[in-house]
DNA sequence: ATAGGGTTAG
């Protein structure tokens, strides 16, 4: 009796393990992985755990982190440890992004003594090579020669892929020479590292010499062509390869519209039998980088099935385009659309922008509620669109708190912070700040001049945003009608006016309303008709509906007792219906 | 399994 027990249990134990084997062959979902985990731990059937892990990775096509959780928990809570369920784990997390994690994995793995693969290096490479990690990067290339990996293709590979990524071409090439087998991915490796280093010399010298190429070199190199310039080679290349895919294409539009031909860029779009998301995103982030938001946003609407990526295109060429209300209503639509779309990084970094164009106070906190909703994680391209929106709700204080925690601080960060203080009256720090980007090598802008001139506009000190205003040319930076229009705002409102006129009339450019009407306000405070008048005349020629610049010129006759002039103009005004736009409420959002 | 095209901040 016992006998026959202990056998018909075998029997059913071995059934169960021959149809989870099968189970898992195919492709799972989140929930079966999870009861078939817990069917696993039940039973004490551990040794299928790898099995499981391999067929998660497998099936995963829209990467979460509760999945990589679950991975993850799997992997420290078996009582078996393996090497296999390791690399799969260490593969996935490096494919989705997730690079610190998969390194850390990585040397939880070397941690508990299991034997790593090839499978396992070049998975921790490329989380490397990805997230530009040269500590990590490193310290696996002494690994991989001590396991004696070093003659593995993959690996080899890899590597060559890790130093063409952290630029070290001279590290990419020794490892790629000493290659004895060498296969197209090794190939497009060093080629590619060739291309980003900028020498399109050497990486014409490897194309040439390449014993066989795919699309992916062809694309490689002609992306290198089109990127620098010379779209003539590039489109020579298009003709000439024998095989395109999406990527060509989109290269070759791509580079048309950095040519700033958008026209040719149009065409080709137009003559694509078929187009992915990247093609309708590159011509909608085309049309936006010259100004021209409605052919961006009629390519939208031509657009059937809007993804993401699309939505952050046409929010984005809003923000850029000074239509913060546009911005704003599209992620209202976005976030209420049929398809309901979760905002990343890109759409934040849109909206916060948008936010702070519009200058609501409230929108700072509305914005963080947000970005916890939508699990949104803090990187530096954010933190600068925030120190902005902070900055100029008056936060100087938690600006300065995002500015010290960046990673790296960059021309567009120093540029924000610098006008951030400069909005906030901090003068002092601003030219503070200033002169620690010209240490760092950081060369400034145009924008970083409008912040500066900013601050000493803001703290009233002439002389100084004087100097300022004529070091310009010594950065290499010719001023623009936004750098005169704060300096005659500063001439003027110390009551320089004459001044300031001449800085205008000296102007190697014709000046915009801007500085026009900074002379016309600047005259209103100091009662000045003489120059209020010409100022008014400006203004209105280039800005006929805009009311307030006649209001201001009958405030300045009203004030010198020219009655029957500021009554003239008052009737003007009177007359025009007010045109009030429709805002879009941010908070409203809900 | 390893690689190519696109969207973000002042």
Excluded at 54 to 76: E, G, M, P, W
Excluded at 560 to 569: F, H, I, K, P, Y
Aim: glycine share 6%; with cysteine; hydrophobic share 40%.
């Amino acid at each position: 009796m016992e006998h026959r027990l202990i056998s018909l249990n075998c029997c059913l134990n071995h059934l169960i393990i021959k149809n989870l084997r099968s189970l898992l062959n195919e492709r799972l979902t989140f929930d079966q992985a999870k009861q078939i985990h817990a069917f696993i731990l039940i039973n004490g059937l551990n040794h299928i755990e790898p099995l499981l892990v391999r067929q998660i990775v497998l099936s995963t096509r829209i990467f979460s982190t509760s999945i990589a959780r679950f991975v993850k928990q799997i992997l420290y809570h078996s009582r078996k440890p393996d090497a296999f369920s390791w690399s799969c784990a260490i593969r996935f997390l490096s494919q989705h992004g997730q690079f610190k994690e998969a390194f850390f994995l990585y040397v939880q793995q070397q941690r508990l003594g299991l034997y790593p693969s090839s499978f396992t290096f070049s998975s921790a490479l490329k989380a490397c090579a990805w997230s530009v990690f040269k500590m990590g990067g490193l310290s696996i290339h002494a690994q991989v020669d001590k396991y004696g990996f070093c003659g593995c293709v993959y690996v080899q590979t890899a590597l060559v892929d890790l130093y063409s990524k952290l630029g070290d071409m001279n590290t990419a090439q020794k490892v790629f020479d000493k290659m004895v087998e060498k296969n197209v991915v090794s190939w497009n490796s060093i080629l590619s590292g060739h291309l980003k280093s900028g020498n399109i010399i050497e990486a014409r010298r490897v194309f040439d010499h390449m014993p066989k190429k795919d699309v992916i070199s062809w694309n490689s190199i002609l992306s290198g062509y089109a990127k620098m310039g010379n779209i003539d080679e590039a489109f020579s290349l298009f003709q000439r390869m024998p095989e395109r895919n999406f990527a060509s294409w989109n290269a070759l539009i791509s580079g048309y519209v950095d040519s700033g031909n958008i026209e040719s860029a149009r065409s080709l779009f137009d003559v694509m039998s078929q187009k992915n998301s990247i093609s309708w995103i590159t011509m909608i982030a085309g049309y936006s980088k010259w100004g021209d938001v409605a052919s961006a946003r009629e390519l939208f609407d031509q657009l059937g099935e809007k993804d993401l990526l699309t939505f952050n295109a046409m929010i984005a060429c809003y923000a850029q385009n000074s239509q913060p209300n546009e911005a704003l209503q599209l992620f209202n639509e976005m976030l209420e659309a049929d398809v309901k779309f979760q905002p990343d990084n890109f759409t934040f970094a849109s909206v916060i922008s948008a936010c702070s164009q519009i200058g609501d106070i409230r929108s700072g906190s509305w914005i963080e509620t947000y970005m916890e909703k939508f699990g949104i994680e803090m990187n530096d391209h954010l933190a600068t669109a925030l120190i902005d929106l902070y900055a100029k709700c008056g936060d100087i204080n938690k600006a300065y708190d995002l500015f010290d925690g960046l990673r790296k601080k960059d021309l567009v960060a120093y540029t924000a912070m610098i006008f951030g203080c400069g909005i906030n009256g901090r003068a002092v720090d601003a030219i503070k700040l200033f002169e620690e980007m010209v240490d760092n090598q950081i060369y400034p802008s145009l924008a970083t001049f409008t912040g500066l001139l900013t601050a000493f506009n803001h703290a009233g000190l002439v002389e100084e945003g004087y100097r300022c205003f004529s070091s310009m040319k010594d950065h290499g930076l010719v001023p623009s009608n936004d750098h005169y229009g704060i300096m005659v705002d500063l001439l003027g409102r110390a009551g320089r006016l004459e001044e300031a006129y001449k800085l205008i009339k000296n102007m190697p450019m014709h000046p915009n309303v801007g500085v026009w009407g900074a002379l016309l306000l600047a005259s209103s405070l100091h009662n000045n008709v003489e120059f209020g008048e010409i100022a008014a005349q400006y203004c209105f020629k280039l800005e006929p509906d805009t009311i307030a610049y006649k209001s201001l010129l009958a405030n300045i006759y009203a004030s010198v007792g020219r009655w029957d002039d500021s009554r003239r103009l008052r009737k003007i005004i009177k007359g025009k219906n007010s045109t009030k736009i429709p805002g879009c409420s941010w908070t409203e959002v809900t």
